[in-house]
C-alpha cells in the first residue's frame, strides 16, 4: 500500500493543508505486506437412504477468517507535523469463526 507523505501546512497557499513537501511525489511511503489466510470446512450429511441428488442433505460448516491472525494495518499517518508519523493508526478485525448450516430439499 502506498502513503503520502504531507508537511500538514498549506505551502502552496490553496486553503487546504495537504502540501507535500518540495521534490517528493505522490505515493512515496510504503506500508507493510499485507497477507490473510481463509479456511472453510463443510460436511453434508444425506438424509435419505438415496445419496443422490434428490434427497434432502443436511450441510454443516466452519468457517475460519485471518487464521493466522496477523495484523494487518490499514490506515498510516503521513502528515509530517504529526508526532504520529509513519505509525498505524487502524487495522483490520482480528481472527474469526463462523458455524454455518444449511438444509437443502
Known amino acids: 500500500m502506498e502513503l503520502d507523505r504531507i508537511t500538514g501546512r498549506d505551502d502552496n497557499h490553496d486553503g487546504l493543508a495537504n502540501d507535500r513537501p518540495a521534490g517528493i511525489g505522490r505515493n512515496t511511503l510504503q506500508a507493510p505486506g499485507h497477507s490473510n489466510l481463509d479456511l472453510r470446512w463443510s460436511r453434508d450429511f444425506f438424509l435419505s437412504e438415496s445419496k443422490k441428488d434428490s434427497g434432502p442433505v443436511a450441510t454443516i460448516g466452519l468457517d475460519a477468517f485471518k487464521v493466522l491472525n496477523r495484523v494487518n494495518y490499514t ?6 507535523s504529526s508526532p504520529f ?21
Do not use: D, K
Open 85 to 105: 508519523f509513519g505509525q498505524a493508526v487502524a487495522a483490520h478485525a482480528p481472527r474469526r469463526l463462523q458455524l454455518s448450516f444449511r438444509l437443502r430439499f
Open 75 to 80: 490506515s498510516f499517518v503521513g502528515n509530517l
